[in-house]
């Protein structure tokens, strides 16, 4: 979807501000969103791609309004709610007034550090071979889908070259939705700045991203 | 997005008595209401917790530059398969399961970013700090990355070419900073104290010998 969330190259957001010795959170409850959000993932109900579209599917203004963890927390809540694990007014209360839903499992201490080694990797067999290979000119598509997507706009139109291959990966844009992992060769394909920004871009630059092939067409 | 300055004003500044913040109290809610509901343990929720607050951070990160720095053939190794090379010193798994490290050189500089969320080497960096989630950072790394820089400080010679990753997949990117002079010799923890979690997204360079010893 054209979200928010999709910044490469909007202007008006000022400087970077980095923070000296910056701490891992800055309140107690960015501590237990980021741990709820995983513990819930870890029940799986849903994807990390369906958490990624629920972060990001919500109004430019809503989510330039919120804070990192704010949106998270906000996508953890918006997923229980659709997925029927607990209800709006549960929320309100703070407690449960009806029965819970069975989930596939749930984590306990002792299998975290386990969970966490294993983590979630999406590589997946080839289901068909790879259409292009390193050096290939590829244009990324122009397509704006309102579903979730890993092709940011500040790229589709622009032709750049394919410099990595990756192998085949989960899909997210069918993930995301339940369609299925349909894996997807995943290709490095690398733009000049110039191309993706005009003629007053810094010469010197190179921007990538990662895309899976259905975001490509050959260029020429 | 808001800054961290917001975080810090509805977080830290009302964690007692009377003045709870409502993100606060709402997270307080949720987390109540899933133990409740039996789909979360606690005792999972804090060892989550401690583990990246505690254990997972950029000293995992500094060990692999380190040991790149020192030893010709794991920084080959670590160049070419770099999930492997990592893995071999214990590193892995959630949001780290595809690792790639890029190196910086004389002519080439590597900047990492996510444009469109907040995609980070987990295993090796830890959790990613407010500014690579800021939306200044998001919305320039890709269109004007020596402007990026030069908010951290760091001006590199015009004719250094700058390659900046942005994270859209499951791919995670680690830059091994250049070695910096006046460290012959040393050895790979001291060197470790040089590796700057910065350095390793590319937004800063480590630091030099004399801002340690």
Not at chain 1, 122 to 143: I, L, S
Request: hydrophobic share 40%; aromatic share 8%; net charge negative.
């Amino acid at each position: 979807m054209n979200g928010a969330h999709d910044m490469g190259g909007v202007h008006g957001f000022g400087a970077v501000l980095p923070e000296p010795d910056e701490p891992v959170f800055h309140a107690d409850w960015e501590r237990r969103v980021l741990a709820l959000t995983l513990a819930m993932g870890a029940t799986g109900q849903w994807t990390l791609d369906a958490a990624r579209f629920a972060r990001e599917n919500r109004p430019p203004a809503d989510y330039l309004s919120r804070s990192y963890y704010q949106i998270w927390l906000a996508g953890l809540q918006q997923l229980l709610v659709e997925r029927g694990l607990v209800a709006p007014d549960e929320l309100e209360a703070g407690r449960s007034l009806r029965s819970a839903k069975a989930v596939k499992r749930t984590l306990a201490a002792r299998d975290t550090a386990g969970l966490l080694k294993r983590g979630g990797p999406t590589d997946r067999e080839a289901p068909r071979p790879a259409r292009f290979q390193v050096g290939d000119q590829v244009r990324a598509k122009n397509m704006h889908p309102v579903t979730h997507t890993r092709l940011p706009r500040y790229v589709r139109g622009h032709t750049g070259t394919i410099t990595r291959a990756h192998g085949c990966h989960v899909f997210p844009d069918s993930n995301a939705h339940g369609h299925g992992e349909d894996p997807q060769w995943l290709y490095t394909v690398s733009f000049q700045g110039r191309e993706l920004w005009g003629a007053a871009a810094d010469p010197a630059m190179v921007a990538s991203v990662d895309a899976f092939e259905p975001y490509l067409e050959p260029a020429r | 997005m808001s800054r961290a300055g917001d975080d810090l004003h509805h977080g830290a500044d009302h964690e007692h008595g009377s003045e709870l913040s409502e993100t606060q109290l709402r997270v307080r809610a949720l987390e109540s209401l899933l133990v409740d509901k039996g789909y979360v343990d606690p005792a999972a929720l804090d060892v989550l917790i401690e583990t990246y607050e505690t254990k997972v951070g950029p000293h995992n990160g500094a060990r692999v530059v380190a040991k790149a720095w020192v030893d010709p053939g794991f920084r080959q190794w670590l160049l070419t398969d770099s999930g492997a090379a990592i893995a071999s010193l214990g590193y892995g798994g959630r949001q780290g399961e595809h690792l790639v490290a890029l190196e910086n050189t004389s002519s080439v500089h590597n900047l990492v970013v996510c444009t469109l969320c907040s995609c980070y080497p987990w295993p090796v960096l830890g959790l990613p700090p407010v500014w690579y989630k800021s939306a200044p950072y998001r919305s320039r790394a890709v269109a004007d990355p020596r402007g990026v820089l030069h908010d951290f400080e760091v001006e590199l010679p015009a004719d250094t070419a700058i390659r900046v990753w942005d994270s859209t997949a499951e791919v995670r990117y680690l830059v091994v900073p250049m070695r910096p002079a006046g460290t012959d010799g040393w050895g790979e923890a001291e060197l470790a104290r040089l590796v700057t979690r910065d350095s390793m997204i590319g937004a800063g360079l480590p630091k030099r010998p004399q801002d340690v010893r």
